[in-house]
């Protein structure tokens, strides 16, 4: 089951690095002062100089943790409804990023390749989807915030998209649900010690992989339509 991958996550969520819940917003660490636009919709400090220039509140794990959660439970946005989603986490009205008002003019182009790239990544059969989070040089306690801001846009946009069907899913994706709950109330760790950078490791690996597990019951492959003058048996 993918709970042997949280390595005794679930039997103490709270107490694995020394870890205390919170529920005040502080992502204001991760902006950068780099005022590039960002290169790749892959990097976490191009999305943050990007969230600066927006003058956004939110967090920029988040909304790829939305978009992932909405993905996974097997929905579709088009262009307008994801741009909406865009627009209530950076905190701007859908017209202000139609007519660009202050914003950065690579900003609806860059979110559409988001768009592409994420369902592309989370389709993919070689399962090397990864979710946004800081690279291993941003300091041990931004690395666990961002995590734990990810998994919160993750559920509230899984929840958002399939309603009822969570109830009827898996006993292994609602264990998984349980154990992305308490990961999402994880915002403060005692140190980073090497101790807890391998479990914050493997805890980020349960998730990627959960996400993984969450799409693939959600998604089933489309029937292969059968080839002309083909017998059906």
């Known amino acids: 089951m993918l709970r042997g991958f949280v390595l005794g996550y679930a039997a103490a969520p709270t107490e694995m690095l020394g870890l205390e819940t919170h529920s005040t917003d ?3 660490d991760f902006m950068t002062d780099n005022a590039e636009p960002a290169a790749s919709t892959g990097d976490f400090e191009g999305w943050a100089n990007l969230f600066t220039r927006c003058r956004a509140f939110s967090h920029p794990s988040e909304l790829h943790g939305g978009l992932c959660g909405r993905l996974a439970a097997g929905a579709r946005l088009d262009q307008p409804q994801w741009f909406e989603v865009v627009c209530e986490h950076i905190g701007i009205a859908p017209e202000t990023l139609e007519q660009g008002e202050d ?13 592409r790239q994420t369902l592309e990544q989370l389709s993919a059969a070689d399962m090397a989807f990864q979710p946004l989070l800081p690279e291993d040089d941003y300091a041990f306690e931004q690395r666990l915030q961002a995590l734990a801001a990810w998994v919160r846009g993750f559920l509230e946009g899984m929840a958002l998209a399939a309603g009822e069907k969570l109830g009827e899913a898996p006993d292994e994706i609602r264990e998984l649900i349980e154990d992305m709950v308490a990961i999402s109330q994880v915002e403060e760790a ?10 914050l490791n493997d805890i980020t690996e349960y998730v990627r992989l959960g996400v993984i597990s969450v799409f ?10 059968p080839v002309a003058g083909q017998t059906l048996h």
């Open 190 to 199: 005692d140190d980073g010690d090497e101790t807890a950078e391998v479990q």
């Open 216 to 225: 693939t019951e959600f998604n089933p492959p489309a029937k292969s339509s």
């Open 26 to 28: 502080r992502y204001s």
């Open 103 to 115: 914003l950065p003019a690579e900003l609806p182009e860059f979110m559409d390749d988001v768009y």
